[in-house]
């Protein structure tokens, strides 16, 4: 499959310094949004990353994908919890969110350096 999702990565990392550039207060007021969203609070900051990758997943969103895994394995979790929770945005979002399920699992692959 044609998917990298460290070029993913790059390109939309390179993209928002263009939109941080011309439009700096509403960039801003989203990253601070972000950071306050994905910081622990009632639940751990792993637990929100896990749920923003089966939003981006429910979504069909391949550039959330891969900064969620990475965010996921860097915050402990396997392989295996990260997929299996996958397959609830597959059971909301039928077999079409499948296809991005696998995006998740070549994520999984080029982020542990299995690729």
Known sequence: MQYDSKTTLKEFNRLMVNIKKKIPGPYAAFM???EAVTRSGKLP???KWLLLLVAGVSQKCPVCIPRAVQRCLESGWNGEEILDACMVAVLVGGSSVMTYVTLVEKAIEEFKGKK
């Open 32 to 34: 601070r949004e972000k």
């Open 45 to 47: 900051e792993k637990t």
